[in-house]
């Protein structure tokens, strides 16, 4: 059995923290971070805003995150080994066929690209208030820093505008507090998960 989950969310929110949490506990899981595909800093446009257009979907190589996805759906096993996930062992499963593979897709806007849309079989989306995500943001060290008024002037008004975007699509999302513990952010969606698994065997 195949199953993706894909975990959205504000920038700062705890998406990558979570993300790490479930790897180590769920069985056969690999993740793909679309922060991995960005595009080359000297491939992003300034926008009217007078910024570097990081926070929209043109800023990322959304076809090659598309494939790496299939790729994974094509062949899981083979796409867990080439990067480094170690699998359940046969001996640990009664039928090696019925094994269930897992994948993580997370990242900022995964719920505004339509090539993706239908390949999730969870969607979770973690939110945190302007103050908090702005403290957030404001300790985080990036390759390439933030310019001053960045947030402000282009993370938030992205963000709520792609929001907005995602929520007219009424897609089946389970929405997150941020502001709770990681502890209780985990333990929520694992439970959920655990039990989504047990209802498609």
Not at 40 to 53: A, L, M, N, S
Not at 119 to 129: A, E, L
Request: with cysteine; hydrophobic share 35%; proline share 5%.
């Amino acid at each position: 059995m195949k199953y993706i989950i894909g975990i959205g969310g504000v920038t700062n929110g705890g998406k990558t923290t979570l993300t790490n949490k479930l790897i180590k506990t769920l069985p056969n899981c690999c993740v793909v971070h679309q922060d991995d595909f960005f595009k080359k800093p000297d491939q992003i446009e300034v926008g009217e805003d007078g910024f570097k257009q990081w926070d929209v979907i043109t800023a990322l190589d959304m076809e090659a995150m598309t494939n790496t996805v299939r790729g994974w759906m094509e062949n899981p096993v083979k796409f867990a080994r080439s990067h480094g996930v170690p699998l359940l062992s046969s001996s640990d499963v009664r039928n090696p066929d019925e094994q269930t593979h897992i994948l993580i897709v997370e990242g900022f806007l995964l719920y505004n690209d339509q090539q993706l849309l239908d390949v999730y079989d969870k969607c979770y989306y973690i939110s945190i208030p302007y103050e908090e995500c702005k403290r957030r943001r404001s300790t985080r060290q990036y390759t390439v820093p933030d310019p001053p008024g960045l947030f402000d002037g282009h993370v938030w008004p992205m963000y709520l505008r792609h929001r907005r975007e995602m929520e007219i699509l009424s897609l089946n999302i389970e929405y997150l507090d941020g502001l709770k513990s990681k502890e209780e952010i985990y333990n929520q969606v694992y439970e959920d998960i655990h039990n989504s698994l047990l209802n498609r065997l």
